[in-house]
């Protein structure tokens, strides 16, 4: 099992940052990749950005240039700085953690932090 807590949401107005935070705990295997994913109001969950703990990245087009994700793996932290925030970035940002294990995938979610972003 891993357990993953979430921080740094919070209110911010239109052109400005945040820094998220993910925290994980538990049985984590040394290859995996850590992601942000985000759910606005009456829409499904998205994959924002992906990180492997080789430090290769993705993100959804909505957020190139302007989100970065990082982590440190001595520390089991994952990163989604988030600069030149829109309206529309608003949304519940979860973490989210997955590897596979001989060829099956464990998955696991974090409780989700609320980012607000006012025009």
């Known amino acids: 099992q891993v357990q993953l807590v979430e921080s740094g949401g919070g209110l911010v107005q239109a052109g400005g940052s945040l820094r998220l935070s993910c925290a994980a705990s538990?049985?984590?295997?040394?290859?995996?990749?850590m992601d942000w994913y985000r759910q606005a109001p009456g829409k499904e969950r998205e994959l924002v950005g992906a990180?492997?703990?080789?430090?290769?990245?993705n993100y959804a087009d909505s957020v190139k240039g302007r989100f970065t994700t990082s982590r440190d793996n001595a520390k089991n932290m994952v990163y989604l700085e988030m600069n030149s925030l829109k309206p529309e970035d608003t949304a519940v940002y979860y973490c989210?953690?997955?590897?596979?294990?001989?060829?099956?995938?464990?998955?696991?979610w974090g409780q989700g932090t609320q980012v607000t972003v006012s025009s």
């Open positions: 990180i492997t703990s080789g430090g290769i990245t």
């Open positions: 538990g049985s984590i295997s040394s290859i995996n990749v």
């Open positions: 989210h953690y997955y590897t596979y294990l001989s060829g099956s995938r464990y998955s696991y």
